[in-house]
């Protein structure tokens, strides 16, 4: 049974950084996409980042281009998102992610993370 696990949020003022990890168990992710969402109080859920789990590839939403990094380790099979710069505008509920490469939509996610930003 696939869990994913994420931990790291916070409260943490404007311009502080924040790693958020995924840790990931259950089977083997090498074939999968990994991704970060995030869900603001009365907002949709929206895409943050992936990371193709074997190749390394990675995806950025353009609200945190240059801020934010996913990144895995594969001996922890661990997924990273760190975060830099954080803006009031970050402040939701992030969760992680897994899906098949061969899927568009993700099958897998955990039980989120409170990140809260203050100005």
């Known amino acids: 049974q696939v869990q994913l696990v994420e931990s790291g949020g916070g409260l943490v003022q404007a311009g502080d950084s924040l790693r958020l990890s995924c840790a990931a168990s259950g089977r083997t992710f090498m074939s999968y996409r990994m991704g970060w969402f995030r869900q603001a109080p009365g907002k949709e859920r929206e895409f943050v980042a992936a990371?193709?789990?074997?190749?390394?590839?990675?995806n950025y939403a353009d609200s945190v281009k240059g801020r934010f990094t996913i990144s895995r380790d594969n001996a922890k099979n661990t997924v990273y998102l760190q975060m830099n710069s954080l803006k009031p505008e970050d402040t939701a509920v992030y969760y992680c992610?897994?899906?098949?490469?061969?899927?568009?939509?993700?099958?897998?996610w955990g039980q989120g993370t409170q990140v809260t930003v203050s100005s």
């Open positions: 990371i193709n789990w074997s190749l390394g590839t990675t």
């Open positions: 992610a897994a899906r098949s490469t061969v899927v568009t939509r993700y099958d897998y």
